[in-house]
């Protein structure tokens, strides 16, 4: 039956490489392939969502695809927090793919057919790592992530781009296969499975030292999290066009990093095990100051797209703290962060995109007065902002609260102090663009008859969708608490 669940999981992860083999057939006629670019992201929203009862209910639908050698295989299995991360990536490629359609029309792209492609393979790489039954799969679909998004990264193929695009190679693949390659290997003789298993498969195998030192492998081998030091290639990465950024922040690859940083957390080193050893101890201090530090240096940045740049590597790091508490509570936070900074974040690419295509503004320093141009571009933006820095009503606030439960839990109660200040660094980098936008007089303004100039529709459309979602999160961000509940 193609509906079983088992069935459900494969077609999830080959829907999006059927739409990408289909959008070349329409290069010519540009309606057509987005109106297929559009089906195919409707499409996986509602196989990954009809997977819901199932995972709730206790299923973990799963399914071995091809056998590699005895104890090593392709294969996929449903659990809660990859069910959370395909369910953030599935929708949000709705809401991108829409704006997309006005952003690349309006700014007269070229290569949009291979962009779209390109697009859709990397949604299919992303819910392969979301559904990864063992470290085998997730490290094979974690690759091809990079090798899809790197045309997207180069897409304007200029030569500051081409040189972004050799870093986020370098960064990405030199980390994986010199750290994560070698942290598999060595999960793979300590414990004789890869497979991601409720409570760990390293418990009691090993030393603190040697646990610790596992961990650091895995963390900084996994260059997608942007944990500092490795970082550099996040900002780099900015000069893509937006759609891009927002699929690199918000929807798939560096949630695919912080995603897979939980998930080994929680089903290889088990958060009882990891809790009991003291060795993430030290992972708990490094992201905090990853947290502050690129916080601090988005205050210096007058580039609106590197100061959200930063502020992701920022924002990510609460997710690895998360990890590094080795509590439950902390683990759900995680989760909750997960899907609140992608609501948050792709809004304000989103409306940073707007600004460009519209008024061709790029720093900060210029927008004194847009606001009274862009009305609802920047409202957006102050909700989006909001909800980065975790002020209610907006969902990152439940992200951060239950964060901060957990490190009380787990004894580390001066994490909390470090969040506080961190939203109000946030605060710091984020709500000044709101206030030159609607407080400040326009730069050179002759007339005081200001006429609304807004991006098209469709980048609207996106932007309120993704706005409005900010809000549903603070409103229904128990039911993401209850599907995690399953967890470990």
């Known amino acids: 039956m193609m509906s079983s669940p088992e069935n459900l999981v494969i077609l999830a992860v080959i829907a999006p ?8 057939l329409f290069h010519s006629r540009p309606n057509v392939r987005e109106a297929v670019t559009l089906a195919t992201a409707f499409l996986l929203a509602s196989i990954v969502a009809s997977l819901v009862p199932t995972v709730l209910s206790g299923g973990r639908p799963e399914v071995e695809v091809l056998a590699v050698a005895p104890g090593l295989a392709v294969a996929f299995e449903v659990e809660p927090l990859g069910l959370l991360f395909a369910l953030v990536a599935s929708g949000l490629w709705i809401v991108n793919s829409i704006y997309s359609i006005g952003y690349m029309r309006a700014d007269q792209q070229p290569r949009q057919t291979g962009f779209y492609v390109c697009f859709a393979i990397a949604l299919a790489s992303t ?88 961990l650091a492998l895995f963390v900084f081998g996994i260059g997608k999290a942007a944990m ?95 990890a590094a508490l080795a509590h439950p509570t902390a683990a759900i936070g995680a989760g909750l ?3 609140t900074h992608a609501a948050g974040k792709i809004t304000l690419f989103f409306c940073a995109g707007a ?5 061709h503004k790029t720093e900060v320093s210029q927008l004194n007065g847009i606001g009274r141009r ?16 975790g002020m209610p009503p907006f969902g990152g606030m439940w992200s951060k609260w239950m964060l901060s439960l957990g490190a009380v839990d787990a004894g580390h109660t001066l994490v909390i102090g470090v969040f506080m200040l961190s939203s109000v660094l ?19 303004a002759q007339s005081a008859v200001v006429r609304v100039e807004e991006a098209p529709i469709t980048c609207l459309i996106a932007i309120g969708t993704s706005a409005a979602l ?19």
């Open 228 to 322: 500092m030091p490795v970082h550099f290639w996040l900002p780099k990465a900015m000069v893509a066009p937006t759609p891009v950024s927002a699929l690199l922040h918000a929807v798939a690859v560096v949630k695919a990093g912080v995603f897979a940083i939980l998930k080994i957390v929680i089903y290889v080193f088990g958060l009882e095990a990891l809790a009991a050893s003291g060795a993430s101890n030290w992972l708990v201090f490094a992201a905090c100051s990853s947290l502050l530090i690129a916080s601090l240096i988005a205050l210096t940045k007058d580039n609106l797209k590197a100061r959200l740049a930063y502020s992701t590597v920022s924002q990510l790091a609460y997710v690895v703290v998360g």
């Open 337 to 339: 962060q997960i899907a």
């Open 426 to 444: 946030s605060a710091g980098y984020l709500l000044p663009v709101v206030v030159r936008a609607f407080f400040l007089p326009q730069s050179g």
């Open 17 to 24: 490489a059927m739409g990408a083999a289909l959008m070349p």
């Open 127 to 214: 819910v392969g790592i979301a559904f990864a039954k063992n470290l085998f799969t997730l490290f094979l679909f974690y690759e091809a992530l990079t090798l899809s998004t790197f045309p997207l990264v180069t897409h304007k193929r200029s030569a500051e781009a081409m040189r972004a695009g050799r870093v986020y190679l370098f960064a990405l693949l030199g980390t994986s296969m010199l750290l994560l390659l070698p942290a598999i290997v060595a999960t793979w003789l300590l414990a004789g499975t890869l497979d991601f298993t409720p409570g760990g498969i390293l418990t009691g195998q090993d030393s603190p030292l040697v646990i610790g030192g596992l």
């Open 355 to 359: 600004i460009y295509i519209a008024a």
């Open 374 to 389: 862009m009305p609802i571009t920047l409202a957006a933006f102050l909700i989006g902002s909001l909800s980065i820095i």
């Open 470 to 488: 900010c809000v549903a999160l603070f409103i229904y961000a128990d039911a993401i608490e209850i599907l995690l509940q399953g967890l470990g």
